[in-house]
């Protein structure tokens, strides 16, 4: 296992650009699962279109709130997490292979609910659909995905994602449908829901992803030391339940970013080490 300790200040956040970059295909999407709309935004590598790549597959990475992913016009406070020039760059400078990103949108108001698959006194909503969300994900957007664009199939070429209640339920998906996911990223994961339930279903796992981006910072809760500290322990305990399956170095990185609070700009700026770990060659 891997741990790295680094991080700038807020004003050290990276600047957005002003549109998204490269060829971003947006689908108005209809949920049966949860019975309302959202957006996919699907992200195509460069050359995704030459008729020299026509008959090539790529691998694919399905990230929660994907309102924040690529344009600060639908951000979360105007600050994206800078994906599409961060996947450009890396293959430009070939340390990762070209592949497609999908941005699947939260659905706002109910964002809580889908999110939470346990029953939490923490929360402001109690009726939570959680447990639907790898139905969701399984039965309507990957095979929505897959029947429109040259995906590559199995495992090792699947990944999914995401930050705080999206870190969540992206664990929880991986931890329900275990032969699926080759690649998982958990940013600021919100582990103390339902009493630290996630922990301990996750201490039953035998199978993870091959490959686990684990990130979080040292001021989540700002100047709550106490919080913060309790945040830093679970996302440990976490990191040593995932050593404990048998997660080595090579499969497993978690940074610990000194300073970085529980925003859009920290996952931004971790996201070019997590692309790099978990497509890497």
Not at 112 to 133: H, M, N, T
Not at 149 to 178: D, F, H, K, Q
Not at 188 to 207: E, M, W, Y
């Amino acid at each position: 296992m891997a741990e790295t300790i680094q991080g700038p200040t807020d004003a050290q956040a990276p600047p957005s650009p002003a549109r998204p970059l490269g060829e971003l295909k947006l689908h108005p999407f209809k949920s049966t699962v949860f019975g309302n709309k959202r957006m996919l935004r699907v992200w195509l590598p460069p050359g995704y279109g030459d008729r020299l790549s026509r008959k090539r597959l790529y691998p694919v990475l399905y990230l929660n709130d994907g309102q924040n992913l690529f344009d600060p016009a639908t951000a979360f406070g105007g600050v994206e997490w800078q994906v599409d020039e961060t996947a450009q760059r890396l293959i430009q400078e070939r340390r990762i292979e070209p592949l497609i990103i999908v941005g699947i949108d939260n659905a706002q108001e109910n964002r809580i609910r889908e999110y939470v698959p346990y029953r939490s006194q923490d929360l402001p909503v109690r009726a939570v659909v959680g447990k639907k969300y790898p139905e969701f994900l399984f039965n309507e957007v990957i095979p929505y995905i897959h029947k429109r664009y040259r995906v590559a199939s199995g495992r090792e070429n699947t990944g999914l994602g995401g930050s705080s209640l999206g870190g969540l339920i992206a664990l929880y998906t991986a931890i329900m449908r275990p032969k699926h996911f080759g690649r998982l990223l958990v940013e600021s994961p919100s582990l103390f829901i339902g009493d630290r339930k996630i922990l301990r279903d996750s201490a039953r796992v035998k199978n993870w992803p091959e490959r686990i981006f684990l990130g979080v910072g040292t001021r989540e809760l700002g100047d709550d030391a106490v919080k913060n500290q309790k945040v830093l322990d679970d996302v440990r305990a976490l990191a040593e339940i995932l050593r404990k399956a048998g997660l080595s170095g090579d499969r497993l990185e978690v940074d610990i970013d000194e300073g970085a609070t529980h925003s859009e700009w920290a996952w931004a700026r971790r996201f070019p080490d997590a692309l790099a770990f978990l497509f890497g060659k």
